[in-house]
């Protein structure tokens, strides 16, 4: 069955840089384009990253663009978030997801991992 | 890309149907026909509810439809059930290849 186990969050001072990683398993990964989609605490969703499913393509919201690059190796079945000049903003839940169909992207998140919690403080 | 809109809340008793509205721009929803709805239960991962405006993947209950008109799309609960308690977000393309989601709405079973 489709897994996905988000790892790399933690604790950060401001300013910090971080990679979040997606370990993919039970289908074929570089099949598939791949998201980041991120929940800071009783909010709510917010896109992050979209990357296409042989990683010639990456997409980033607005907001983060710049700060934040979406990433993968299909040879590990891994997808990466780096996060450079953490920020309080961007304390949150980040969560993988991959999309439904194979391909290019269709926007429509077939199945997502747990989450990894990023938190910003001093 | 600005959130798309939902109302904060939605409530029902059991049986009852209930309906929440996700309003956009000509710039997402009503630009395009990829608007999909995702369940999300306290600390859990949201759930694809509906893609395609309103396709409902394997497994999710007839219960839910979506449909769209203009710049607003819609998700129905209808034969509200217990278990349905939970936030809803919509999500729609937003053009140049980045996507949008809704505000959320938190569905109660009275």
């Known amino acids: 069955q489709v897994q996905l186990v988000e790892s790399g969050g933690g604790v950060v001072q401001p300013g910090r840089s971080l990679r979040l990683s997606c370990a993919a398993s039970?289908?074929?990964?570089?099949?598939?384009?791949m998201h980041w989609v991120r929940q800071a605490p009783g909010k709510g969703l917010q896109w992050v990253a979209v990357?296409?499913?042989?990683?010639?393509?990456?997409y980033h919201a607005d907001s983060v663009m710049g700060r934040f690059t979406i990433s993968r190796d299909n040879s590990k079945n891994t997808l990466y978030l780096q996060i450079n000049s953490l920020g309080a903003e961007d304390t949150a839940i980040y969560y993988c997801?991959?999309?439904?169909?194979?391909?290019?992207?269709?926007?429509?998140?077939?199945?997502w991992g747990q989450g990894t919690l990023v938190t910003v403080s001093t | 890309q600005s959130a798309l809109t939902q109302p904060p809340s939605a409530s029902g008793s059991p049986g009852q149907s209930v309906t929440i509205s996700c309003t956009g721009t000509s710039s997402d929803i009503g630009g395009y026909n990829y608007v999909s709805w995702y369940q999300q239960h306290p600390g859990k991962a949201p759930k694809l509810m509906i893609y395609e405006v309103s396709q409902r993947p394997s497994g999710v209950p007839d219960r839910f439809s979506g449909s769209k008109s203009g710049n607003t799309a819609s998700l129905t609960v209808s034969g509200l059930q217990a278990e349905d308690e939970a936030d809803y977000y919509c999500s729609s393309y937003a053009g140049r290849n980045k996507y949008v989601f809704g505000t959320g709405t938190k569905v109660t079973a009275l």
């Open positions: 997801a991959r999309d439904r169909g194979s391909g290019y992207s269709n926007g429509y998140l077939a199945y």
């Open positions: 990357i296409s499913f042989d990683g010639t393509s990456k």
């Open positions: 039970g289908f074929s990964f570089s099949n598939y384009a």
